[in-house]
């Protein structure tokens, strides 16, 4: 079947330091892969895509790779900031939206 | 704007007593969804359409009904409210079922049932 696996949380970092969330997938097809940001009292907001193995989604500074190898999508942005602060989702779609359980992340001054 | 627009954002209500959370988009969208998203388990589908008159039954549909009358609404009903349906619940819509296109989220109702 179709799934998304997620680290789970929280995650706490300091501001400026580098952040890794992993996601795994296993999908009976070829999906697109998503990460959506949910902001404390907010839905949720697409983050970054890829359609395709060895696309590189990126956005605000976040980036995430489709590994088809390693059916991974990791999301990865290099100095995260207290705004940052959020839960990600990650997903992918075929024919529907399959979700990870979320990760939060927690970013102090 | 494009938006998705759910109501209400917080509702309380008792066990068995019938309601109603509407969900609108103005995208012309033809396929959307209502999840429902509970601490530790993400966010799972409850129902799905794929266009007017097309409906589908997601991961958790017990306990849950919807219609799909028009294209731009997709309410989500509850026919006997029972406790363990607390949860927040979000609409989303996106442009077509397949592929890479985006799904747009409402801001979600909180829901409690005492």
């Known amino acids: 079947g179709n799934s998304v696996t997620q680290m789970e949380g929280p995650v706490t970092l300091s501001e400026e330091a580098f952040l890794t969330i992993n996601c795994t997938y296993t999908?009976?097809?070829?999906?697109?892969l998503f990460w959506y940001v949910q902001y404390p009292g907010e839905g949720l907001q697409l983050l970054l895509k890829a359609t395709k193995a060895d696309d590189k989604g990126s956005n605000k500074g976040f980036e995430a790779t489709y590994r088809k190898e390693t059916t991974s999508f990791h999301l990865e942005k290099g100095s995260v900031q207290v705004s940052d602060s959020a839960v990600y989702f990650c997903?992918?779609?075929?024919?529907?939206?399959?979700f990870g359980s979320g990760t939060k992340l927690n970013v102090k001054p | 704007e494009a938006q998705v627009t759910q109501n209400p954002r917080y509702l309380i209500t008792v066990t068995g007593k019938k309601l109603t959370v509407t969900c609108s988009q103005n995208m012309n969208h033809e396929y959307m969804s209502w999840y429902r998203q509970d601490p530790g388990l993400g966010l799972r589908q409850i129902y799905y359409s794929m266009n007017v008159e097309v409906t589908d039954k997601g991961d958790v549909p017990e306990g849950y009904k919807v219609s799909r009358k028009e294209k731009r609404n997709f309410p989500l009903i509850l026919e006997s409210p029972s406790p363990n349906q607390t949860s927040l619940y979000f609409c989303?819509?996106?442009?077509?079922?397949?592929?890479?296109?985006?799904?747009?989220f409402g801001a979600g109702t909180r829901l409690s049932v005492l």
């Open positions: 989303a819509s996106s442009l077509y079922s397949a592929g890479e296109n985006i799904q747009y």
């Open positions: 999908a009976t097809g070829y999906p697109s």
């Open positions: 997903a992918l779609r075929i024919n529907k939206f399959y």
